[in-house]
């Protein structure tokens, strides 16, 4: 079946710190991958996505991630995070062929300052 | 440009009661979809629509559930006889066409008592 997992459910970290977020997908065939994110009292917003090309992608606010594709895995990485980075970060999947976006439980991360 | 709306944004029901819930979404965007969110989890599929044809409701809890885009743009989320189960928020997001970014809206959050 597929799936996408988050390794992480509640993250805390001081400002300047490096952040990485697990994740992993069960999918077979071709698919996209993107991190949303949904910070305090507001709706969910794309940070990046994965469609084919180059598997360093870069997205919004200093935030990338990276496809490996025999590893299942699309983990995002921030060297130095902000208290305005305090959010829900969400790893989502469809195949290249659907529409419905599959979505992991999330993280809860929290940036101390 | 304006995003994609709700409402209401919040929603509280006795059981048994009947709701409706409100998108709009983004201008021109062809496709629409609905999403389930419960507390602690990652939001899940529900349907999809491209214009006002219902393409794929497979994500439907149950026969209380109905969705409707009757002129290819506002739809309507209702849910008869609601239950504690129900409890969730309710998100839309709207794309361009098939395969485009999904924008998402802020959620109605319904709490059924």
């Known amino acids: 079946a597929q799936s996408v997992s988050q390794h992480n459910h509640h993250v805390i970290l001081s400002e300047a710190a490096s952040l990485e977020l697990g994740c992993n997908y069960s999918?077979?065939?071709?698919?996209?991958l993107f991190w949303y994110v949904q910070y305090p009292g507001q709706h969910l917003q794309l940070l990046l996505k994965?469609?084919?090309?180059?598997?360093l992608v870069k997205g919004i606010k200093g935030f990338e991630a990276e496809f490996i594709k025999s590893k299942f895995s699309f983990n995002l990485r921030k060297p130095s995070v902000q208290w305005s980075d305090t959010a829900e970060y969400f790893c989502v999947a469809n195949s290249n062929s659907g529409y419905a976006l599959n979505f992991g439980k999330g993280t809860s991360l929290l940036v101390t300052p | 440009g304006a995003g994609v709306s709700q409402s209401p944004r919040y929603k509280v029901a006795k059981r048994g009661q009947d709701v409706a819930l409100r998108c709009d979404p983004i201008s021109g965007h062809v496709s629409l979809f609905w999403y389930q969110q419960a507390l602690g989890q990652g939001p899940e599929f529900l349907t999809y629509f491209q214009n006002e044809a219902q393409l794929d409701k497979s994500g439907l809890p149950s026969d209380r559930f109905f969705a409707e885009r009757p002129e290819g743009s506002v739809s309507t989320l209702k849910i008869q006889r609601t239950q504690q189960e129900d409890s969730a928020v309710y998100l839309c997001?709207?794309?361009?066409?098939?395969?485009?970014?999904?924008?998402f809206g802020p959620g109605t959050r319904l709490t059924v008592l």
């Open positions: 999918y077979g065939g071709t698919v996209n």
């Open positions: 997001a709207s794309s361009l066409s098939y395969g485009d970014t999904q924008y």
């Open positions: 994965y469609f084919s090309g180059d598997p």
